[in-house]
């Protein structure tokens, strides 16, 4: 079923409503769209992403109310579904609130813009540029943190690791020149 748009009050609610009715303590990250209409690069996105970790008890049957009460979507995803999860990626993954038990974070932009740039969409390249310009990453952090997953990339077969590096190089000289 479709619904929805989310703006970033529609993003609020849904994690007021998550960390009230959890039954427990527990992290959610927020991705994407989520991330980029909180911090204002976007107005609007289709889904609001997130990843449970740990999953707070209960989160999952607030997030069921949540959908229908607010007509929004929402998805489990996370870049290291699509590439290998960077080092320490937890702890640059920027909190934003506390509610109850459940702290809230924005996935680790590296990461994202790193998902980002691997998918490819015209939208993802707009989001990778607004995550630069607005100092969520450094071109060339960006770059040291796809060598330091390569080796992981055998256990992601859709992912071919000479255009994924070829398509970050392209990225990162791209940023570069706006520096």
Not at 96 to 115: E, N, P, S, T
Not at 121 to 136: N, P, W
């Amino acid at each position: 079923m479709h619904r929805g748009s989310s703006d970033a009050a529609k993003v609020r609610e849904l994690m007021r409503r998550v960390g009230e009715e959890a039954r427990g303590s527990g992290r959610v990250y927020l991705v994407g769209g989520a991330s980029a209409v909180l911090i204002g690069w976007r107005e609007t996105t289709l889904d609001v992403d997130l990843k449970l970790d740990p999953e707070p008890p209960g989160a999952f049957e607030a997030i069921a109310r949540a959908k229908d009460a607010l007509d929004i979507n929402v998805e489990l995803a996370a870049p290291d579904e699509f590439i290998p999860p960077l080092p320490d990626w937890q702890a640059r993954s920027l909190f934003i609130k506390r509610h109850g038990g459940v702290g809230f974070y924005h996935y680790d932009f590296y990461a994202q813009a790193l998902a980002k740039i691997e998918r490819g969409h015209d939208l993802d390249h707009r989001d990778v540029v607004a995550m630069h310009d607005l100092e969520l990453i450094d071109p060339g952090r960006l770059a040291g943190f796809l060598t330091s997953i390569e080796p992981g990339l055998l256990r992601y077969p859709a992912v071919d690791p000479r255009v994924f590096r070829a398509k970050v190089d392209a990225a990162v000289a791209a940023l570069r020149e706006t520096d």
